[in-house]
DNA sequence: GCACGGACTTGCCCGAATGGTT
DNA sequence: AACCATTCGGGCAAGTCCGTGC
């Protein structure tokens, strides 16, 4: 935690007034986040601008128990930057506040551009609607919303607001009402398959793990929405209020720029702008109950601060607005590191079980293939074969070792073996020491200065040299990727910066580049595939990153506004004669009910995985009267496998694109992901398929747990968070494979609830006993037992019980749960304003949602409205 | 309009750290 | 304190999507 202070933090909630940082010496830990003190970085002496701020991205830990009135009292996430940044100057010694490269999200600019976009289009009604744009039809639809509902017609119930809920999510709603086919039954069926088929035992070799339901079938007629009127026109839709606050300068955001955030939310819920979240963070501004006049004072004085001013911004461009916008100042950093030469250990293995020399460099790949042994990789005849060819390469054609079948690398595994063992039997004194050792040798590559804060650099460590570890059938796995040279790097840096000592003496960078459209640090190319790049990028805490972060939400929550037209508008697409039109559709169709990925085209030399654009005829089923199966692999080889009701018409359509082909033919054979973001992007700016994936999983979160939170303990509230997270989890399918001890944990659970079971046995025994007055029997052992009244019996009984019960309950969720990774979903695709926002609603401490990491990640979502809704 | 280079996000796994239990 | 399960966080592979140039 990039947090330079030496004292702890508190977090001060005056009556009804603004949370302040304060140092508190006396606070109890408990409710703080550990601030680390991070060495001081001795590198600062070439800082660009001479300012230094360190970058505080730690969340104020107070748990929002105590602040959760706070709905007029916003904790500027930002702001807890300055304020720690000011109790103890940086390394510089500076306190004052640097400028903080806050980009605003374009997203106004895009709409702009979308009414421009929505009103050049052409919209009158044709005897054809197909040769309309979807996105002119669009409009069409919602304006005769009653045409867009062929199938069922919504109930009254339905409100206009459907359309914001994920298909699963209005699902629930829709339960009990007329007409509508599936019921939560149905839903928790889906659920509970999962978790049966979750339990095969193959699932880890195959990544069979069977997500049944990804967004659990809802009533058709709820993809329609029908009832929606377009928000262009509804006077209380956020996009409307969006759209008047457009004007035709293009700065749109300036105004507030610079106002504290408590006070831009006050002014953006007034403005009626759902959007609590701001679009600029200034630093270090104390939120205050001081009245307006010192408020716009203060406001005043941050708009006349200019470009050097510590609250001057840099570019306020998105990053996908083109040409090349910068997106830093200055930065300094020193490089990356690379690591240790490769020390020979000398150990020989067998070939034709006699010893055999090896240089140090057949030797180090010898290694790296012995110490593998124990890995699923040794099963595989592609890993084999590649490192084989590899390998061989390095011996030369005329050494001893011809073949591989007759290598026996006992010795170096065993070996490294030993080694581990060694290091596992080292004190912690010696281990604590190596850490430090290696913490020092590290330090001054973990920090960057941007913009002259001091950030987190993400993988600031070069790439070890190893056999590549593809996922899935990967035709490279087993490749060496050999090492990388300072010569292959290509560093990143601020022009007035020192250029980063090269770490190995004697060579140097492959070349220095200033440029600052980017936001790498370093990069080379990837040995595998020397096509690619690795990048060095800053760490997730980052406030570049977490910009982006809130960008990506933004436009996710952008989309909630436009959603009921896209559905309308692929609904009406379902059927079009225009081929390509039909399939963009269907895709769209299936991206957003299912959360698919998009499904780039792959090459040949990458594992066979597919996402909707490029599923194969053989990965959808059809089965009668509206089923689709799915089966294919996607990203990381994971399987998706589910079965979903459609839609007839999408039903009609899947047949026909199947019709006359093979097995391993594209289904959608007129379409790619270009052609499908293209058209997304008609229907709203800045739209792509992977936009879905975030909306879909963002707002079941927010309406699962604004519906099933109920009144109750801290613990209750957890498990509702954890019951939507898991929604989401199976949503976008994130899998994991089963813990190698899941069998064993689950047996020794069982056991001890049999144990709990014999000795109720026993306690109800000596409960019938006692009332007839006789004394308990001796125990399984032999002992004599206590001589207790019926009622402390009875009472043990009840205990015993509750005990078996949670014990029943922990197991199922452990089953539940044991294919499921929960973690990724939170990281990449929940909004974290809608967790934050709803700890302070409910006074749960947002710790027991957000670690270490994700408080830092999130930061910049801290100082949610705790009304703020997705 | 397409291929390709490039930049950035997403995703699973695994070892280390942490925390709870006996 | 030892043991075991869970969580954390790094590692790096594998996606998405943009821009450019032909």
């Avoid at 436009?562 to 559709?585: E, L």
Wanted: a positive charge; glycine letters at 4%.
């Amino acid at each position: 935690m990039a947090v330079e202070a030496s004292g702890k933090l508190n977090v001060s909630d005056d009556e009804d007034g603004p949370v302040i940082f304060k140092r508190s010496n006396t606070a109890s830990k408990k409710n703080q986040l550990n601030l680390e003190v991070p060495p001081s970085n001795g590198q600062n002496s070439g800082v660009q601008k001479g300012k230094v701020v360190q970058s505080v991205k730690a969340s104020p830990t107070k748990s929002f128990v105590g602040i959760s009135k706070a709905s007029t009292s916003h904790v500027n996430t930002s702001n807890v930057k300055s304020p720690l940044a000011n109790l103890k100057a940086s390394s510089s010694g500076d306190k004052s506040r640097p400028p903080l490269e806050h980009k605003m999200l374009n997203a106004v600019k895009e709409e702009k551009d979308c009414i421009k976009h929505l009103s050049k289009d052409n919209f009158e009604d044709s005897e054809d609607e197909d040769n309309k744009p979807l996105s002119a039809r669009l409009k069409m639809n919602s304006n005769h919303t009653s045409k867009a509902t062929p199938v069922v017609q919504k109930t009254s119930e339905d409100s206009d607001d459907d359309d914001d809920l994920p298909l699963s999510a209005r699902l629930s709603r829709n339960v009990g009402t007329s007409g509508s086919k599936y019921n939560d039954s149905d839903q928790k069926k889906h659920l509970s398959k999962v978790q049966k088929d979750g339990s095969s035992a193959s699932i880890k070799q195959e990544k069979m793990s069977t997500v049944s339901v990804k967004r659990p079938l809802d009533k058709t007629n709820s993809l329609h929405s029908s009832a929606k009127k377009p928000k262009l026109s509804d006077p209380t839709s956020s996009m409307k209020s969006k759209q008047v606050s457009i004007k035709p300068e293009p700065k749109v955001d300036d105004d507030d720029d610079h106002i504290p955030i408590s006070q831009r939310l006050a002014k953006s819920s007034a403005s009626g702008n759902k959007s609590s979240s701001v679009k600029k963070v200034v630093k270090a501004v104390k939120v205050n109950k001081a009245g307006s006049a010192s408020f716009k004072k203060q406001v005043k004085n941050l708009k006349k601060s200019g470009k050097n001013s510590e609250y001057s911004k840099s570019t306020k461009l998105l990053p996908s607005s083109g040409d090349g916008q910068k997106k830093w100042t200055t930065l300094v950093h020193n490089g990356v590191i690379f690591p240790p030469p490769y020390q020979p250990h000398g150990v020989k293995m067998l070939y034709k079980g006699k010893p055999v020399d090896l240089t140090p460099e057949q030797e180090e790949v010898a290694t790296m293939f012995a110490v593998m042994r124990d890995t699923d990789y040794m099963q595989k005849d592609r890993f084999k074969d590649n490192f084989w060819s590899d390998w061989r390469k390095l011996l030369g054609r005329n050494h001893v070792i011809q073949n591989l079948k007759d290598c026996d690398f006992t010795p170096i595994y065993d070996w490294y073996q030993g080694e581990k063992e060694k290091k596992k039997q080292l004190s912690s004194e010696e281990k604590k020491v190596l850490k430090e050792e290696k913490a020092k040798q590290e330090e001054k590559y973990m920090w960057a200065i941007v913009d002259g804060v001091k950030e987190k650099v993400g993988n600031f460590r070069v790439e070890p040299p190893g056999l590549f570890r593809g996922r899935g059938e990967h035709p490279k796995m087993g490749k060496l990727k050999r090492r990388i040279h300072p010569s292959d790097i290509t560093i990143n840096i601020g022009k007035d910066a020192p250029i980063p000592e090269c770490p190995i003496p004697g060579e140097s960078w492959k070349e220095i580049r200033h440029d600052n459209t980017v936001t790498w640090l370093a990069f080379w190319n990837d040995p595998i595939n020397p096509k690619m790049f690795k990048y060095v990028f800053l760490a997730a805490s980052s406030s570049l990153k977490g910009q982006s972060d809130k960008e990506k939400y933004e436009k996710a929550r952008m989309l909630k506004d436009y959603i009921g037209n896209i559905r309308a508008a692929y609904t009406k697409g379902f059927t079009s004669k225009d081929i390509t039109r039909q399939q963009i559709a269907v895709a769209t169709y299936l991206i957003d009910k299912l959360a698919l990925r998009a499904g780039n085209e792959k090459d040949d030399d990458e594992a066979d995985t597919v996402g909707c654009c490029t599923l194969k005829v053989e990965n959808v089923t059809a089965e009668p009267p509206n089923k689709l199966k799915f089966n294919f692999l996607g990203k990381d080889s994971i399987r998706y496998e589910n079965t979903v009701e459609v839609e007839l018409p999408v039903y009609n359509a899947i047949l026909k694109f199947q019709k006359e082909k093979g097995p391993g033919d594209d289904l959608f054979d007129q379409l790619d992901t270009s052609k499908l973001n293209a058209h997304l992007k008609e229907l709203m700016p800045g739209l792509t398929a992977k936009v879905f994936r975030t909306f879909n999983a963002s707002i079941t979160l927010d309406d699962m747990l604004n519906k099933e939170t109920k009144d109750g303990d801290v613990a209750e509230k957890i498990v509702v968070y954890q019951i939507a997270n898991k929604q989401v989890a199976i949503i976008c399918n994130h899998q994991r494979s089963v813990s190698k001890s899941h069998s064993a944990q689950m047996s020794r659970l069982t056991e001890k609830i049999d144990e709990l079971q014999d000795a109720l046995k026993e306690l109800k025994t000596d409960l019938d006993r006692a009332r007839k007055g006789k004394p308990p029997l001796k125990s399984a052992d032999g002992k004599r037992k206590k001589n207790l009244t019926p009622d402390a019996l009875e009472k043990k009984i009840n205990q015993t019980n509750a005990k078996i019960e949670k014990m029943q309950r922990d197991m199922k969720t452990k089953e539940d749960l044991k294919t499921v990774a929960l973690g990724t979903s939170k990281i990449n695709y929940l909004d974290p304003r809608i967790t934050v926002a709803w700890c302070k609603r409910h006074e749960v401490p947002i710790e027991k949602i957000f670690n270490k990491s994700l408080l830092a990640k999130f930061a910049w979502a801290m100082d949610v409205d705790p009304d703020f809704r997705f």
